[in-house]
């Protein structure tokens, strides 16, 4: 991508937001204990390098990445912090991190087995991964979890450093299951701490676990989604355990504005036919930005007012109703506070039937990401 901005729509991340995110779940935490902020995904959509930076500065003593190509990314700027991927990584590629000082996730013996016939240049860091309900990665069972152990303790190049688990529920109103899921991890645990004398890193905890258990976490939690001001559930904001600020907010500006007669179309496929003379505003976005089509519908903010998308939102740009005349130029907010209002992550996930998380996340590389921080 071209570094200057040649088109009016852009996402501004404010760091700050980041900063105060952290300092509030650091507040809630045990004095010990350690944030990891997960950075994967580009940041949840907000930029990996300069939130890792933000999140490090702010008092997170680590990241975690989802593949092994984001933490090499995190290196490659410089970060020398601990990064853990999180995700699978296939064991021919462990000198990889090794070389690099990352740690990776694993839970298989072969993987371990195969690790161990390889000459790496640094010791490769290690964090187990328990299964404990969520079903995706990890191991199920006491005698995996011993044969693995047996075979690390074969091993000088490998440091086992850490060992997690993840929540399947613990944003959901109904908390049977993750009461389920930490009991199985305790029974891991006592495993484990049986046959492993040395000290390592214990996390449980996402997001919704941190805010809601925070003293429960043992030495670490991984920071997600609240870490960009966005809440697991609406279980959990309105539980209000913890006061956030969004970090994302994502704006445009009209590039045409005239007035139609009653009876005329807009966009693709004539769905809107005006019912009254109308202005019209027209954005540069669209769905080739990841503005989804199916917000046809939802409002946006100009001067703090909410008009609709009307039409069919097209590849590269979005039209809207406006109340009246307004200039060229005139700023328009997607996501994001203008005035006295706010269209929040919340309500375009709402609209769109899916979760905040998808929302930053679909906003794609094509829409510049505008830093905004005060220190
Ligand atoms: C293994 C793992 N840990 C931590 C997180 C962070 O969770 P959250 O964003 O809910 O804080 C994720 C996110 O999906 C994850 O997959």
Not at 196 to 222: D, L, Q, T
Request: aromatic share 10%; hydrophobic share 40%; proline share 3%.
């Amino acid at each position: 991508m071209v570094e200057k901005m040649y088109r009016d729509t852009w996402a501004e991340i404010n760091l700050d937001a980041i900063a105060y995110n952290i300092t509030q779940i650091k507040e809630k935490l045990p004095q010990d204990s350690n944030v990891i902020a997960v950075v994967k995904a580009n940041a949840y959509g907000h930029g990996i390098v300069p939130v890792a930076k933000k999140a490090l500065e702010s008092g997170a003593s680590g990241l975690a990445v989802a593949i092994l190509e984001e933490a090499l990314t995190l290196r490659e700027a410089a970060i020398t912090a601990p990064i853990l991927v999180l995700g699978f990584v296939p064991a021919k590629y462990a000198s990889v991190a090794a070389e690099h000082n990352i740690t990776l996730t694993f839970f298989q013996l072969d993987w371990i087995k195969e690790v161990g016939k390889q000459d790496l240049i640094n010791p490769l860091k290690l964090h187990l991964k328990v299964d404990t309900g969520m079903g995706r990665i990890g191991i199920r069972s006491d005698e995996e979890m011993v044969s693995i152990l047996q075979e690390i303790a074969k091993n000088k190049n490998i440091h086992l450093s850490g060992i997690f688990t993840h929540f399947a529920t613990a944003d959901a109103e109904d908390l049977s299951f993750y009461r389920e899921q930490t009991e199985r991890f305790e029974a891991f645990l006592h495993v484990f701490k049986k046959f492993w004398k040395k000290p390592v890193m214990i996390h449980i905890g996402n997001s919704a676990a941190a805010i809601r258990f925070p003293e429960k976490m043992y030495n670490c939690v991984r920071f997600g989604i609240s870490m960009y001001g966005l809440y697991p559930s609406q279980e959990v904001r309105e539980e209000h355990a913890i006061q956030l600020k969004q970090a994302f907010s994502l704006h445009s500006r009209l590039v045409h504005v005239k007035k139609i007669a009653k009876g005329e179309s807009v966009s693709y496929g004539q769905t809107y036919i005006a019912k009254n003379d109308e202005w019209i505003g027209t954005i540069p976005i669209g769905y080739g930005d990841g503005w989804n089509r199916k917000l046809q519908g939802m409002n946006v903010l100009v001067n703090g007012k909410r008009m609709p998308i009307i039409g069919r939102i097209c590849m590269d740009q979005t039209m809207i109703k406006l109340d009246g005349y307004y200039d060229v130029g005139t700023k328009v907010t997607l996501i994001g506070s203008e005035g006295n209002d706010c269209i929040e992550m919340d309500e375009i996930a709402r609209y769109l039937d899916t979760i905040t998380y998808e929302i930053p996340c679909m906003i794609n590389e094509r829409i510049p990401r505008v830093y905004v921080d005060s220190n």
